[in-house]
């Protein structure tokens, strides 16, 4: 049995949750984004570390450990998050989401926000996210702008999924860089929400997406 002790608020009628758990983001307790952003350390530490065998033997023993504390009360898959944008308007997407999530300290952490022509979101990658030497990797290219494309659909639409995302490569994408990621809707016809997006990079842009999302609606 699995038991969620956290303060969080439960609002299970948002429809953009699909009737699955639903926190929202202010009520995260302090002590949870403190371990996320911890861990997101660690993980960078132990991808880059050098220390002698004795040190990793100990400190994988330590890990060990604590995973089994955290694992005595897990939340449901799917669980979502609502966060308020700057305007006032919400956006609702998985609390573990690799690109976005609170509570995922694998992710990027990329906060989008509302502007006058679409989402916004500045981001700067560690070697965590590296695929060729000094550079980001291009599946997270790929996942950075998805996830900005998607999130602008739903928050200008409605919730859905990406049919097709097709991704230009233009320039490499450093790492620790100030990566700039834009997204913006090109059209609406039915259910189908075609979107763009671009990340730049010192004002130059090193990768360009357009997709197609497919509306989705809740069972019911
Ligand atoms: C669940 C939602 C969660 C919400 C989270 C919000 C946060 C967002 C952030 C998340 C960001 C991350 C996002 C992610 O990671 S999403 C994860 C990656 N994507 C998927 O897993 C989607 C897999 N595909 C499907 O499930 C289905 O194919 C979908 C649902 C997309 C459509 O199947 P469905 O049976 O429903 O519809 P349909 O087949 O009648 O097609 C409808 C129309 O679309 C046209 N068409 C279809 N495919 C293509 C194509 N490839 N190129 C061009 N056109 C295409 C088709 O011809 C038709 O046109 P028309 O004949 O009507 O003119």
């Known amino acids: 049995m699995t038991v969620n002790t956290q303060p969080v608020t439960e609002s299970p009628d948002d429809p953009r949750a699909f009737g699955l758990p639903l926190v929202?983001?202010?009520?995260?307790p302090a002590e949870l984004r403190t371990l996320v952003s911890r861990v997101h350390d660690l993980v960078d530490?132990?991808?880059n570390t050098e220390v002698?065998?004795?040190t990793l033997a100990e400190t994988a023993a330590t890990v060990e450990g604590l995973t089994d504390r955290l694992n005595v009360a897990r939340r449901q898959i799917?669980?979502?998050v609502r966060r308020e944008l700057g305007d006032g308007t919400t956006m609702v997407g998985t609390i573990t989401n690799i690109v976005e999530g609170e509570t995922n300290p694998?992710?990027?952490q990329l906060f989008l926000d509302r502007t006058d022509e679409g989402l916004r979101a500045e981001v700067t990658l560690n070697t965590i996210y590296q695929g060729p030497p000094g550079l980001v990797h291009g599946g997270w290219i790929a996942a950075?702008?998805?996830q900005a494309v998607?999130?602008?659909s739903a928050v200008e639409t409605s919730p859905g999924l990406t049919?097709?995302?097709e991704i230009d490569y233009r320039r490499p994408t450093p790492l620790f860089t100030p990566l700039e990621i834009t997204s913006w809707v090109e059209r609406v016809e039915g259910r189908k929400v075609f979107v763009a997006g671009r990340i730049r990079a010192h004002g130059q842009v090193t990768a360009e997406a357009t997709a197609l999302m497919i509306r989705v609606e809740a069972d019911g």
């Not at 929202?24 to 995260?28: E, G, N, R, Y």
Request: charged share 15%; glycine share 8%.
């Open 150 to 152: 998607g999130s602008v």
């Open 24 to 28: 929202d983001a202010h009520s995260l």
């Open 163 to 165: 049919a097709n995302l």
């Open 144 to 146: 950075m702008l998805d």
């Open 45 to 47: 530490a132990v991808a």
């Open 78 to 80: 799917g669980a979502m």
């Open 52 to 54: 002698d065998t004795d």
């Open 106 to 108: 694998a992710a990027p």
